[in-house]
Every structure is written in structure tokens, then in C-alpha cells.
Nanobody, 122 residues
């Protein structure tokens, strides 16, 4: 599976952005998909995950209540709606796909897309 992330940009604190991740190639509806991010000088961290059928989602504590992950199966695309953005959300955001929800949650056996930069100014 090939993943293409887009939608990053520069916004002010409190504003919103929606990231997209288009999947192509050997895609499977039962793939788990998710978002990770890496801030300057920090390790890449988990942000959100969605199950293959979209019935289960999970979020890292810092983004709970502000970010929403979703999938459009017809367009083979995953989204991350980011509201009430904070300067600490500044990072390169990566989308990923794996054989299960759990694989994404644990960051194991994943295919990665290229990153998209999100910058939040105060």
C-alpha cells in the first residue's frame, strides 16, 4: 500500500486543519490506519488510530477531544480533523497503515506515507 499525506500548513493557535491520507495499491478495508507526528528534537509519537471497518478509534491523550480520525472507503482516504490547535501540536504528521488496529496502536509492521508539516503559531 502506498500512502500520500496532505493538508498541512501554518495556522494560528485555536484554528483548525484537516489532514488527508490517500491510500493506493494493495489496500484492504481491514487495514488499520493512523496518524503519528514528530516534533523537532523529539521522537515520533502516536496520535490517532482507526480500525479497518472504522468502528473503533483511539487517540493519544494530548489530542483527545480536539482531533477526530475518520475514513472514506469510497475514496480510500483517511482524515484527521484537528481543532483548537495549539503550538505544541507543531510537528511533521505521518500517516501509516498496518494489518490491524493493534499494529497501528503499537507502531509495529506499518507502511508509512511521507510527512506533512503542521505549524501552529501562538
Amino acid at each position: 500500500v502506498q500512502l500520500q499525506a496532505s493538508g498541512g500548513g501554518l495556522v494560528q493557535a485555536g484554528e483548525s486543519l484537516r489532514l488527508s491520507c490517500a491510500a493506493s495499491g494493495r489496500t484492504a478495508s481491514n487495514y488499520g490506519m493512523g496518524w503519528f507526528r514528530q516534533a523537532p528534537g523529539k521522537e515520533r509519537e502516536f496520535v490517532a488510530v482507526i480500525s479497518g471497518l472504522g468502528v473503533r478509534t483511539g487517540y493519544a491523550d494530548p489530542v483527545k477531544g480536539r482531533f477526530t480520525i475518520s475514513r472514506d472507503y469510497g475514496r480510500n482516504t483517511m482524515y484527521l480533523q484537528m481543532n483548537s490547535l495549539k503550538p505544541e501540536d507543531t510537528a511533521i504528521y505521518y500517516c501509516a497503515a498496518g494489518p490491524s488496529y493493534q499494529s497501528v496502536l503499537t507502531g509495529s509492521d506499518l507502511q508509512w506515507g511521507q510527512g506533512t508539516q503542521v505549524t501552529v503559531s501562538s
